[in-house]
């Protein structure tokens, strides 16, 4: 691919691929936010809070993994209707129907699910303290799930629609009214109930529901998305529903398998002490931050894909690949480069002054963070690439044999056979990682071939 194509492509894919990641990472500030002060609460404040929203990330992420498939759905039948010269309203107004449906019952299940982990928290190893503390936030954080994959499946019909960038202004406005909450709710001020590390929680569910009803109203305002806007999951069709669950589930458990393999990965950490489990929460949130620039070009990929698929364009659907990884290459260099020169700098927002323990941790995890980000943005990539291509239970196998199969010995073998600690976890993190990546582009590539045959077939035979 020559570089004058690569930087049109880079255009091109930037034009979607810019406000999502930007959107994403003001979405990761909120936990940022939580996660910092959390810190100024103290580090045991920070132990069991992080261990809270963990959990709640591995839940909330797998309900986000079933209604993902309405952005590539919504995207391939606009596409299809542009090229027939057809209104195609009626499938898209379909598709919205049954996201809301899948993240009603998403958040509903999701919600009992948490508050039951809550109650098995010192079976897991942890200390009882940390135990009884990230049980109350958990409990504060459920109810917000419902609303939150509201959220989600409003986004994706959005996005879908190449029109995603009031997503930004919302999630913004979010970032403030999230930090002033916590304030109130932790201090007590403004009359509200002084609820200290549990107000986090608090908060947070409460901005999950005005999010979702600023997004809606923002879509019923917009000239071209308030026609296909129907979200009522009352009216989803069951056909639709099964449709999208099809291709959902296998992304969710693909969200759940990464998600989960990071939440042990906490739960190994806080079988080391309190700072092992702080370092651990600091540096998870600072990859955490950075995954949402790999989040928005996963995405902005995928519904490109699927866009190019349904008109028959294999060649671009290959030069998305390229592109995509290009992008993430160059900035999780200029990234990793700022995490070897200044590592204190981007710890202490999260480990206070006298966490030296924790900070002396966290610094020499950064130097491994510092490679595996950009296996972890390429294996998103992979996984965003193969949903476009309408594979996601082949994106499912091949991050169970990445995360469990590889990277789960590999930390066993790092972390405990080798003493390393939390320094071995994260260095299983990235074996599993990068072999994931490696698969997963692989995949793509196979699946991009057969699907250039099926279409040089069915043109032979017509």
């Known amino acids: 691919m020559g570089v004058h194509v690569l930087l049109r492509d880079c255009r091109a894919l930037a034009s979607l691929a810019v406000p999502l990641v930007l959107t994403q990472l003001a979405q990761v500030a909120l936990t940022t936010t939580d996660t910092v002060m959390m810190g100024l609460l103290g580090t045991g ?38 090229a027939a010269s057809r209104d195609g309203a009626g499938d898209i107004r379909a598709i919205v129907r049954a996201g809301t449906a899948v993240a009603t019952l998403a958040g509903i299940a999701g919600a009992v699910l948490l508050a039951a982990v809550g109650q098995c928290l010192p079976l897991l190893g942890q200390d009882a303290d940390v135990a009884h503390r990230a049980r109350a936030v958990l409990l504060a954080l459920a109810p917000g799930l419902l609303p939150c994959l509201w ?59 005005l999010s979702f009803a600023a997004l809606y109203a923002s879509a019923r305002r917009d000239a071209e998305l308030a026609p296909l806007l129907s979200a009522n999951p009352l009216r989803a069709g069951r056909a639709e529903v099964r449709r999208l669950l099809a291709l959902g589930t296998p992304i969710a458990a693909t969200y759940g398998s990464e998600a989960g393999f990071f939440s042990l990965t906490a739960l190994m950490a806080g079988s080391f002490g309190s700072a092992a489990l702080a370092a651990h929460t600091a540096v998870n949130q600072l990859v955490y931050i950075v995954f949402q620039v790999a989040v928005g070009l996963s995405h902005a990929a995928s519904v490109n894909v699927s866009r190019e698929l349904a008109l028959g364009d294999v060649p671009a659907a290959r030069r998305l690949r390229n592109t995509a990884l290009a992008c993430a290459a160059t900035a999780m260099t200029v990234v990793g480069a700022g995490y070897l020169a200044f590592p204190a700098l981007f710890l202490r927002p999260f480990l206070g002054a006298g966490d030296d323990a ?47 199969l590889v990277g789960l010995p590999a930390v066993l073998l790092f972390g405990y056979a080798a003493g390393l600690h939390t320094l071995g976890i994260w260095l299983g993190l990235l074996t599993g990682l990068a072999s994931t990546a490696a698969l997963l582009l692989r995949r793509y590539d196979a699946g991009l071939r057969a699907h250039r045959t099926r279409i040089i077939g069915f043109q032979e035979s017509n």
Request: charged share 10%; aromatic share 6%.
């Open 358 to 404: 924790a900070l002396s941790v966290a610094t020499r995890l950064l130097a491994v963070v510092a490679v595996l980000q950009f296996f972890d943005c390429a294996q998103n990539i992979g996984v965003g690439l193969l949903r476009g291509l309408e594979d996601t239970k082949g994106g499912f196998r091949l991050t169970l044999v990445g995360y469990w």
């Open 45 to 82: 404040e920070l132990a069991a809070g992080g261990l809270a929203l963990v959990l709640f990330n591995q839940v909330r992420t797998m309900g986000v993994g079933l209604v993902t498939a309405v952005g590539n759905h919504t995207a391939a039948a606009a596409a299809r209707a542009e």
């Open 151 to 209: 959220f989600q499946a409003v986004r994706q019909f959005t996005v879908g629609m190449r029109r995603p960038r009031a997503l930004l202004r919302i999630t913004l406005a979010s970032v403030a009214v999230n930090a002033a909450l916590n304030w109130a709710f932790i201090h007590g001020a403004g009359g509200l109930p002084r609820l200290g590390l549990t107000g986090i929680g608090v908060a947070t569910s409460v901005v999950h529901l």
